[in-house]
């Protein structure tokens, strides 16, 4: 299956931290929920991994759902519903083991980013995790050329270049709609908000996975 997220040379190692995680830690039967799941990509690389666990996905995209139960039929369910209203959200499970995402944040607001993370920690188990990869927003100019260096790095490795920006300020002018990660400690805020541990499992330049529990 084609990875259909493009731009980022490294997501390759970290989503298979990610799946590396689910893969390790869940017990048959456990059921991983997906936020913006577009085509399964992710679940795809669960199910090489552990063909024993429930996957469900949500996006608002009907044209990548339909791709997605084109190609797992029963093994996975989907749900068409808009991350931006959760709680209009239906599931067809109650509760779930894992509520991974990936690089879906950064096209919420803020405030909505927040509300997705609280209604998730809703629908876990008592001992479930979540786990999100996502880029986060740059906020030191004075460091800026450091993670410029970064980035040269990752092209040189990789072959292939993440996006970039010829100084802070058009980073900055780059953000969007569709383009707004949300600062580090924002995410540590609202978990704690929300009365879990979290910490950044790994991080790579300025994408990093996100992981979260009750403490």
């Not at 029963?74 to 709680?87: G, Q």
């Not at 880029?135 to 970039?164: C, D, K, N, S, Y």
Request: with cysteine; proline share 4%.
């Amino acid at each position: 299956m084609q990875d259909p997220i493009g731009g980022h040379p490294t997501r390759g190692e970290q989503l298979d931290i990610l799946v590396g995680i689910v893969a390790d830690l869940a017990r048959p039967g456990d059921a991983v929920l997906d936020l913006g799941c577009g085509t399964g990509y992710l679940e795809h690389l669960i199910e090489q991994r552990r063909d024993d666990l429930a996957l469900f996905g949500v996006d608002r995209k009907g044209e990548s759902l339909d791709q997605a139960r084109a190609r797992f039929g029963d093994r996975a369910r989907f749900v068409e519903a808009d991350l931006t209203d959760p709680e209009a959200i239906r599931l067809p499970v109650d509760r779930a083991r894992f509520v991974v995402s990936a690089l879906t944040f950064h096209d919420l607001a803020d405030d909505r980013k927040r509300a997705v993370l609280g209604w998730a920690r809703d629908r876990l188990t008592a001992d479930g995790m979540i786990l999100v990869y996502d880029r986060v927003r740059l906020t030191a100019p004075a460091l800026f050329p450091a993670q410029q260096a970064i980035w040269r790095r990752i092209e040189r490795v990789h072959g292939a270049a993440m996006r970039t920006a010829d100084g802070f300020a058009a980073y900055e002018a780059d953000l969007s709609d569709s383009n707004r990660p949300a600062r580090l400690e924002y995410y540590r805020t609202w978990f704690t908000e929300l009365g879990l541990a979290s910490q950044v499992l790994h991080l790579h330049g300025n994408v990093a996975l996100i992981g979260a529990a009750r403490g």
